[in-house]
């Protein structure tokens, strides 16, 4: 199965594809999409959802997997992330692809068995688990990865 894992963002959104096969994980691509920050909200949206568009047309994953929004002390940026993964589940859903969401407690459990666990903490499971080089930067692209394989954990046991 291939899926594509999005830690989203209005200035970064990072992304991951990875392959399963059995128990066999690979890594088929990873990256961060970022958006310019002087302009319109609307055209930042509007990019998003081309890059998006761009890598299911490029990856055919069969399945997204997208972080819960995380609400914090501002709210203006917890609106606009919101509307962020909105142009995201927008994409997935013009090309009938399911989508699983997931907290970054439950990303950080599935990873290190620790809820609570450290962004370097997460990022050490993904290159491991992965058998890449080091860990993917931004951190937005590393998360990306571990959504991926949250969701690619979930699946083995549902």
Known sequence: MRILGIDPGIGRTGWGVIETQGSKIKAIGFGCIE????????????????????????????????????????VKTAFVVGQARGVILLAAA????????????????????????????????????????KIPKPDDTADALAIALTHAFSKKFA
């Open 35 to 74: 958006t310019e920050p002087n302009s319109e909200v609307g055209g930042r949206l509007f990019a998003l959802h081309d890059e998006i568009t761009n890598l299911i047309k490029e990856y055919k994953p069969q399945t997204v997997s997208i972080e819960e929004l995380f609400f914090n002390k501002n």
């Open 94 to 133: 013009q090309h009938s692809l399911p989508v699983g969401i997931y907290t970054p407690p439950q990303v950080k459990m599935s990873l290190t068995g620790y809820g609570r666990a450290e962004k370097n903490q997460v990022g050490h499971m993904v290159k491991t688990i992965l058998h890449l080089e």
